[in-house]
């Protein structure tokens, strides 16, 4: 079945550790997408990529890299800089232009030991 | 993009139409609105879309104003498992080199039995 497939589903970082978040699609998508969630707020955009090798920050990318090697995947590394990493991290692609109608994956709950 | 607001939460009953409302007073001629719902813990789900005719799909209908200055989502018959978060979002479709998708808060629809 065609999808987006995040993974782990849930992730335990220590104080000073990079992780990264796996994100991979099988539906051709050219755009892909990383958002953050806190409970009980709506979603932040973290980057976005339109194509592969090419990306953009969101409105909070401090702390926080990716890269777009191959159009199906599109990692996320929560850096040590971060210093409030603990939230619900969610993967999204869109088969246009940036904008179009989303499909997001089933998200990665980070927390902090 | 243009700025939407709505209810923090709404109730419903099982059954029901649940019509979740949305002002945006700002929107652009070229602006489309979309609608997406996050079940707890999973990513959103896209559910309709519409520039200034009222649309219908499988899961809902979406009535704009004429002015085009607020809209409606309505789900004609609720069910326990359409308990959710609603998000309303405007911005223009199709336009590649814009910013991605904006989430505000949305609406926490609870259907009660």
């Known amino acids: 079945d065609g999808g987006i497939t995040q993974s782990p589903k849930y992730l335990f970082r220590k104080e000073g550790q990079n992780v990264t978040l796996s994100c991979e699609q099988n539906?051709?998508?050219?755009?892909m997408y990383w958002y953050r969630q806190d409970p009980g707020q709506g979603l932040r955009l973290i980057y976005y990529?339109?194509?592969?090798?090419?990306?953009q920050k969101g409105d909070i990318a401090e702390g926080y890299s990716v890269s777009r090697e191959k159009k199906e995947s599109f990692p996320l590394t929560v850096t040590s800089a971060q210093k409030n990493p603990t939230a619900f991290y969610l993967c999204?692609?869109?088969?246009?232009?940036?904008?179009?109608?989303?499909?997001f994956g089933s998200g990665t709950q980070l927390s902090v030991l | 993009d243009a700025k939407t607001t709505q209810p923090p939460s709404m109730d419903c009953a099982e059954g029901r139409a649940a019509n979740l409302p949305c002002n945006h007073s700002?929107?652009?001629?070229?602006?489309?609105v979309y609608w997406y719902r996050q079940i707890h813990s999973q990513g959103p789900q896209y559910i309709i879309h519409?520039?200034?005719n009222n649309e219908t799909n499988e899961m809902a209908s979406l009535i704009i104003t004429e002015d085009r200055k607020s809209s409606t989502l309505i789900l004609p018959h609720a069910t326990l498992r359409d308990t959710a978060v609603y998000y309303c979002?405007?911005?223009?479709?199709?336009?590649?080199?814009?910013?991605?998708?904006?989430f505000g808060k949305g609406t926490r629809l609870s259907v009660i039995a």
């Open positions: 999204a692609s869109s088969e246009t232009g940036v904008g179009e109608k989303l499909f």
């Open positions: 539906l051709n998508h050219d755009a």
């Open positions: 990529s339109q194509i592969v090798n090419d990306f």
């Open positions: 700002t929107i652009s001629g070229n602006e489309y």
């Open positions: 519409g520039l200034k």
């Open positions: 979002i405007v911005r223009v479709a199709m336009n590649s080199g814009n910013t991605p998708l904006v």
